[in-house]
């Protein structure tokens, strides 16, 4: 069986998802065929195993190699960011028929705007920070907001992840900078009131059938807040998992996450982040591909519960092919 680990992107969280891929790579069962696949601003490309390029032929998603028509069984859709996570590869290859390990179309696209998942999941009592959503072709005033979030807040691009372009606002003459700092990522930003507490995160996905949370890891960052250097860069971050927290209030985060997981109707593997705020849990944002790097946060939830990478990655593919 023929899995297209399909890797890169536009945003600039390429280069994560391109380690990401790389731990797909190395730990999916050897009973697959695997094949890489770049997705990038010069183009669709094969990657060989001597790290040459053949273009993909859109038209079907198949590649020319060796004078023989390669064409693939699932994808292992590994891109964080757009056009990966917000639901336009999904939809592309919803057209051709080809299974995908992640959420669809439609949840794929809701849970990209961190704007539109916090009203939906609002009506079903979760709770997150005020916010005021604005676009580059509004025009706003920085009272008014603050009225709304309060000082610290924080804003952040209303589509992407990995905490690129995310700053934190403590004073008001400090407002416009960073507004216009998130509009250098995307053309629509949220603005949110800081919630002070203890940041943690759920990883969740469809274990055979069940949808099955994983563990909770809290987040201890020495930075300001969990930005990109934190995450990725800084070694003094720590992710303690399971999460040293209150037994009745892990058992609410993993039954939360699963919740959250059901209402969207997500598929594959997921991760909730959280503030813990006067013991009740506030949702930052959901994450539909959430990273697979060596540093990433899921696969230390998966061993948690005695879930190795291979077997994770083997159970996304089986639900994509709907074996449950």
Known sequence: MNIAIVTGG????????????QTVWKNLPAHYEKHLIRIDQTGWWYITENNAQIPVDKNDFSVTV???????????????????????????FDLLKIPYTTSGVLASAITFNKGITTALLRNYGIKSAQSVVISKKDRFSAK?????????????????????????????SDLVTSINKAFEHDDEII???????????CG???????????AVTE???????????????????????????????????M???????????LKGMARIDYIIRNNQLYLIEVNTIPG????????QQAAHQNISLPELLENSIQQALGKF
């Open 10 to 21: 536009f945003s600039e969280e390429a280069k994560i998802s391109e380690k990401s891929a």
């Open 66 to 92: 060796n004078n023989s028509c390669l064409t693939f069984d699932v994808v292992f859709l590994i891109i964080h960011g757009t056009p990966g996570e917000d639901g336009k590869l999904q939809g592309y």
């Open 144 to 172: 008014e907001i603050l009225q709304k979030t309060g000082l610290p807040c924080f804003i952040k691009p209303n589509k992407g992840g990995s905490s690129i372009g995310v700053s934190k606002v403590e004073k008001e």
């Open 191 to 201: 603005i949110e009131e800081f919630i002070e507490g203890r940041e943690i995160t």
């Open 204 to 214: 969740v996905i469809n274990y055979k059938g069940t949808v099955k949370a994983l």
């Open 219 to 253: 987040i201890i960052s020495p930075n300001n807040f969990f930005d990109f250097n934190a995450k990725y860069q800084n070694k003094n971050t720590k992710e303690i998992t399971p999460a040293p927290i209150e037994k009745t209030l892990y058992e609410q985060c």
């Open 255 to 265: 039954n939360l996450t699963e919740k959250i997981y059901k209402t969207l109707q």
């Open 292 to 299: 697979l790097t060596e540093q990433s946060l899921l696969p």
